[in-house]
């Protein structure tokens, strides 16, 4: 079998209807995922036993008529790991008897069928819950028809919603192709809300659409109009304030056995589906709320936390500190790593903050934060360069291997012309389930790069390339934290 139903949170209803089915299961896990860019314990490399990029397992479902009522099965597992040859020959000279079997306890609810630690549970929990540690959070908008809800620039939008403020409804639909409408993105009601608002620059906001994506969109409080759920009780506190926001997600909703990586920034009202689809949760750090007469500005952050992370630390935090602190925590891979058991299927829980690290970690995290947001970006001094004659058409993207320096690369967007000096490992970076410097190019396939859109694609690969190494910096620290 591909090997992604042992440990892929979306596939425990398959693993307990196997416990429930079977009284033993032998798992010979023989890896080679490409996509995971798995590594032999060692560190040298796997391949798979296929030319395919999904890993494989060789899988025993034994029925002795011996168990109980109620019983689950037992599970044993072993690995096989290295090349392809040596995998072979391995399998064809061993028996069943021959393999190191260990056995697996499945535990509820996602009844894991590999190794999985599960001691550091308490420690987990005891964090602090991001879920719970704000007043005011929720999903991000869905538009239900993002290819007219969302444009690149503000012109653009504007066209649109002219047409749909001035033309017949028969006329927008031949002219966008609309050939389907459900319950929530029927063009006569997208019509008639901008019919009635009008076509004002207060509602044409910037939105941030996926990671280092920011579009423009028609914003109001209206729902089941241009946008099918813009979600305004949660996002209009991101509208005319200088306000931040951390985006994050459940890994057990879609992205299953990918190494947690659910955290992002904005500042802007955000996508529902900045991660994948419906993978995102916005906390916004201030709310505007009404008090008698006039809007004021308030922290986000329920009072008891705060009250708690400031004993911890003997003073008191500056809230933007304090969420620097948090992302930063969220982009360590040894945080990812050791609480992979929890994070597959709960919220992100922090380690209280420590007096000996705490402003180190804020200070990395504020720079992650400003690379994520891209704030001065036009002082960056990037390293990826554009090359080639050409229209600056986006065909295609293809990552080229440098002959020489084999860990970085180019990367093609048509037949002539290139970003050059960019790294595999940028190219292959992922936040949820997208790979921002391909997803970039993936959705503006046919268009026509002018000079601040080649610039804003190196200054992604820069943001990427810092992020990597600032992850890097954070692990240390955070480790040192934990001794």
Known sequence: NPHGYLDNPTF?????????????????NLHGNSKKKEHCPDGSKDENVFNILQGVCINIFIKTGQKQEGELAKVFYADVWGKKREKLDFLKASTIKDLQFTEVIPKAPRYYFVPMDFSREEEFFSGINLSEMFKVGGVGMCTKRDNLAYQYTKPALREVLYDFKEKEEAEVKKKYNIRKESRDQKVVLAQKHVKTMGVKDEYIQPALYRPFDQRYTYFTNKSKGFIAYPVYETMHHFIDTDNIGLIIGQQGQVVGAMPWNLAFITDSI?????????????????????????????????????????????????????????????????????????????????????????????????QLVNLHLMHQSSSWAVEATYHGEGDNKVAAFLFEKDAIQKEIGKVKINETQYFDHISEIAYNFHVGGYQPLQKWLKDRKGEILDIEGIRHYQEIVYAITETLRLMNEIDKIYQQQRK
Request: aromatic share 16%; proline share 6%; hydrophobic share 35%.
């Open 12 to 28: 425990r209803g398959m693993r307990y209807e196997l416990l429930k089915a079977f009284d033993e299961i032998r798992i010979v």
């Open 270 to 366: 955000a996508d529902l589906n900045v991660f994948y689809r419906g993978g995102g949760y916005v906390y916004p750090l201030y709310v505007t709320e009404q008090i008698s007469d006039k809007m004021e500005v308030r922290l986000n952050i329920k009072p008891a936390v705060l009250k708690e992370i400031e004993k911890r630390l003997g003073k008191s935090v500056e809230p933007h500190e304090l969420l620097y602190y948090i992302y930063a925590i969220l982009h360590s891979n040894y945080y990812r790593e050791i609480y992979k058991p929890y994070l597959d299927y709960n919220f992100p829980h922090i380690p209280f903050p420590q007096k000996d690290t705490y402003q180190e970690l804020a200070n990395l995290g504020k």
